[in-house]
């Protein structure tokens, strides 16, 4: 899952806008099927465009 495009491929990257964003989060996978990867993604706790989980991992990998 990313913030911005990664990669132009639109068969490995999937669009999906979570809350009221208008900016989509972009999602691939290995290993589980795209359509399920984005749906899980879509699915995540929290109200905004990043998941609450996501979230709370970027400020973990963030600290020193």
Known sequence: MAKSSFFANKKTVVEVLRGESKNPLYVSAIGVELDIAASL????????????????LDRITKEQ
């Open 41 to 56: 993604i879509k699915n995540m706790h929290g109200n905004y465009r990043m998941p609450d989980i996501l979230k709370e």
